[in-house]
């Protein structure tokens, strides 16, 4: 029976996010720990009167305290480049490689020694996992993509298959060909393409070829997404024994339906969460 694409679509979410999705606060404050004898002993500087010289001794007696000065303006980098009216330079956090009077000078350019001296923060702990917390949330889309794996993987399980036994996570073509003496040559290119499936789910007559995303907000990646992957099922179609099959969600795809449709409509096995809790996985995995 032809499933109503229009149907299919409305029943997709618009979020499904978990209460770590937005900052991983475990993260932030293992982050914050590491540096946090540092980060006690740069406070000193906090509403200095000599901050350059206090400042200078600091580094001639703890110069691991170099390592805190990139996290202070957001960047993970150990090297800050920058570009002034007498060319590119290049600060090297990660060792007392440089002059004090180099880093003395990053610190009045960056404005960092401002902001320590005329009290515009008042402890470097919580400044720091202030910074951290906000440059957690950029990590927000890798935890969206693997938010939707959780999820489909808790569906294969509850089908029953079991991890390392007749299921796989993130395995590549040639492990996938190796395993089963399995020609996929048809969507490796002859060999010239790897390409890592999110799973790979193996039962006694047939080897099912997974992937996962999920698209809460849209734009042109998801038109080549639905493209690539029309391709790829048919690529796979070609090959006996191997299924390709995607499970994918999200309300940005309402901006990429008519890609998405062009897919639905020639791929037999692309299917959402709504499908998944109506126990597709026992249907599809034979």
């Known amino acids: 029976m032809k499933r109503d694409f229009t149907k ?9 996010a978990t209460y770590s999705y937005y900052v991983d606060f475990e993260k932030v404050y293992g982050n914050v720990d590491g540096i946090k004898i540092e980060l006690n002993i740069l406070n000193s500087l906090i509403g ?23 996290i202070l303006l957001a960047v993970r980098s150990s090297e800050i480049s920058v570009c002034d009216e007498n060319g590119s330079f290049i600060f090297d956090f990660s060792n007392n490689s440089q002059s004090v009077s180099d880093y003395s000078l990053f610190m009045e350019k960056s404005g960092l020694f401002d902001l320590l001296q005329n009290h515009l923060i008042g402890n470097l702990l919580d400044y720091v996992t202030g910074v951290e917390t906000g440059l957690d949330s950029n990590g927000r889309k890798n935890r969206g993509g693997h938010l939707m794996e959780d999820l489909v993987e808790s569906y294969i399980q509850k089908a029953g298959f079991v991890k390392d036994k007749n299921y796989f996570k993130e395995m590549y ?3 996938i060909s190796e395993k089963w003496k399995v020609d996929l040559s048809a969507i490796s290119n002859q060999g010239k393409m790897e390409k890592r499936f999110d799973y790979v789910v193996k039962t006694e007559n047939q080897i099912y070829v997974i992937e996962t995303n999920f698209y809460g907000s849209g734009g042109s990646k998801l038109n080549e997404t639905a493209r690539s992957y029309k391709t790829l099922a048919q690529e796979v179609a070609t090959i006996d024994g191997v299924t390709f099959v995607w499970f994918t969600d999200g309300s940005g795809w309402t901006s990429a339906r008519h890609n998405l449709e062009e897919t639905f409509d020639v791929m037999e096995h692309i299917y959402c969460i709504q499908d998944m809790e109506d126990g597709v996985m026992k249907k599809i995995f034979k």
Not at 55 to 67: G, N
């Open 48 to 70: 200095s009167k000599k901050i350059k010289s206090d400042f200078d001794k600091i580094i001639h007696k703890y110069p691991e305290t170099l390592k805190c000065i990139p």
């Open 173 to 175: 073509i040639h492990e």
């Open 8 to 16: 299919w679509l409305s029943t997709f979410r618009d979020s499904i």
